[in-house]
């Protein structure tokens, strides 16, 4: 994602005729808006806010067991709510602001209640509201995604806490590292739409989750298997389409790059659900329906990162590889190692995000179809730099989670007690049944 | 009197049903049931995740007829809800000791 504000192209036939006019030129240059980045921008926003409320909710729904169907969908709704008003009230100026002497790391305090936020005001050739809401969707999205790792057995109190927690002292700093002008773009790291800010984090916040809350009662003994694929393809199908908004939106404008975004995204995920589709018929014997509707998760989420780089070849070994990578770590790594990730936020998430993050590195190279790697970079140190960010990422994520995760548990305590794991949480937590049949 | 109860396989239920009529069977019960016999069950994997499913889905059938309609009955069932394959089910024969149409009072053959 390109940096709010800075360095956005006049679109060159309009340049043109503001050379022609001195004093027009130097009273407009400082921004213009432009109607067509406008227009699409607000629907990117729509689009991504559609990924989490209804997409990702139902996608989690019909993977959990029918009487915790309403716990996921309430967990996603008010996660919606609840990070939508941080971000208006401190977490767009932590993130999107310069912080001055501290700007590797934070931003400042200086939009604090979206102070200056007008009706005209521009982040590059769009008004900074489309901006800011823009980049709220993806903060409403990414503690949504760690939901599946401890689906079934969170208190609904604790999740609150640690998910108000998490947004602010994990998510906030790493959208300010790699889109604010901190030290991982400093880095010249490629994270186009949030390969690193969103599905790495997201990915180790869950594992650390997973590990911290437990296995669920009965696993992997008992069978806990979805109560209804059909909400989950359903579900899929509209974090698809909703993923244009989220990769193709990240361009933050109309134009070519957006375009190549939308093109590389669906060839990506086309692959990966196909990919996971065919490990699974001859792993297994039989194609599933959950196996091609995760696959094409896996390959939107490897995509992600490079889809403002990658050319449309690429995109297809982006899709393969993360799809091959999450299914391995899905279907065999999480068995043998026993820890229970639910929904598989890691396996999906976190893994094809690495996936992607890494080779974001290797097709944003022109000789493999790529937009081309700044001056100086190879391969080699571009797919260093990656590394880094993942690093980084991983290590500052998952610390930081952890802590809060353990805080939270001594404090208010984060599971359910065993009675209502059994009686399920939508009747426990929510006093009331999903299906009333 | 008899009373004849089959467990059959889901899809064979029209074909059975039409064999009964055909001999002139005028009335039978259908229950859905669960259970498992030499098929034993299936196995369903979600990501990796291999469930074993003991019982399946069978149509468990149950006629009552007088006694010189016994095999006539079982000859059609066996006929039409037959496969080939394991799974196809079995029949049971029970004697039956009194049957009362609770619309007349009638008792007996008359009630079937």
């Not at chain 1, 609904?156 to 998490?166: D, E, H, K, Q, V």
């Not at chain 1, 018929?281 to 995509?303: D, E, F, Q, R, Y």
């Not at chain 1, 880094?388 to 930081?400: A, E, Q």
């Not at chain 2, 006929?79 to 394991?86: E, F, L, M, P, Q």
Request: net charge negative; hydrophobic share 50%; glycine share 12%.
């Amino acid at each position: 994602m390109k940096k709010s504000a800075v360095g956005r192209r006049m679109p060159s036939v309009l340049a043109g005729l503001l050379s022609l006019v001195p004093a027009l030129a130097l009273a407009q240059e400082e921004a213009v808006l432009n109607s067509g980045d406008t227009a699409w921008m607000i629907t990117a926003t729509a689009l991504v806010l559609f990924m989490t409320i209804p997409g990702l909710s139902l996608f989690y729904a019909g993977l959990v067991r029918s009487k915790n169907v309403l716990s996921v969908l309430m967990q996603c709704f008010a996660l919606t709510g609840l990070m939508s008003l941080v971000w208006a009230i401190y977490g767009y100026s932590l993130a999107a602001t310069d912080g001055g002497a501290l700007n590797q790391w934070i931003g400042s305090l200086d939009k604090l209640f979206l102070a200056g936020l007008t009706v005209d005001s521009l982040s590059g050739t769009i008004p900074e509201s489309v901006f800011m809401t823009f980049q709220m969707t993806f903060a409403v999205i990414t503690p949504a995604l760690i939901v599946g790792a401890f689906a079934e057995r969170m208190k609904f109190s604790a999740m609150i806490w640690f998910m108000t927690l998490w947004i602010t002292l994990v998510y906030v700093p790493i959208w300010h590292w790699v889109w604010g002008g901190g030290w991982i773009a400093d880095l010249g790291a490629l994270d186009f739409a949030g390969g690193t800010v969103v599905h790495i984090n997201a990915g180790v916040a869950a594992l650390m989750a997973a590990l911290v809350l437990g296995k669920r009662k009965g696993y992997p003994t008992t069978a806990m298997p979805p109560h209804n694929l059909g909400l989950t393809v359903i579900g899929a199908s509209m974090l698809w389409v909703g993923w244009f908004g989220f990769n193709a939106g990240s361009q933050l404008a109309a134009d070519g790059t957006a375009g190549m975004a939308m093109t590389v995204t669906q060839l990506a995920t086309a692959t990966a659900a196909l990919t996971w589709m065919f490990a699974e018929w001859m792993n297994h014997g039989k194609p599933s329906v959950l196996g091609i509707a995760t696959g094409a998760v896996a390959g939107l989420v490897a995509i992600t990162p490079a889809s403002g780089t990658a050319g449309p070849m690429g995109a297809i070994a982006i899709g393969f590889a993360g799809a091959v990578f999450a299914f391995i770590a899905s279907t065999k790594v999480k068995r043998a190692l026993g820890y229970d990730d639910s929904l598989d936020v890691w396996g999906v998430h976190g893994v094809a995000g690495i996936v992607g993050a890494i080779l974001t590195g290797v097709f944003a190279d022109a000789s493999l179809g790529g937009a081309g790697l700044a001056e100086g970079m190879t391969i080699g140190s571009q797919v260093w730099v990656q590394f880094i960010s993942v690093i980084g990422t991983l290590v500052y994520g998952g610390i930081v989670s952890f802590i809060l995760l353990k805080l939270i548990d001594l404090i208010i305590g984060l599971r359910v007690n065993e009675e209502q794991e059994t009686e399920g949480l939508d009747l426990a937590l929510h006093d009331e049944r999903g299906y009333i049949i | 009197m008899k009373l004849v109860a089959a467990i059959i396989k889901p899809f064979k239920l029209d074909d059975v049903r039409e064999a009964l009529g055909d001999i002139g069977v005028s009335g039978i019960t259908v229950i859905e049931v669960k259970g498992f016999g030499r098929q034993k069950g299936h196995t369903e994997l979600y990501r990796g995740a291999e469930y074993v499913v003991d019982f399946l889905p069978k149509i468990k059938i149950e006629i009552a007829v007088d006694d010189d309609m016994v095999d006539k009955v079982i000859e059609a069932i066996s006929g039409a809800a037959r496969t080939g394959k394991i799974g196809d089910g079995k029949i049971f024969v029970f004697g039956l000791d009194q049957v009362i149409r609770i619309r007349t009072g009638e008792t007996g053959p008359d009630a079937l």
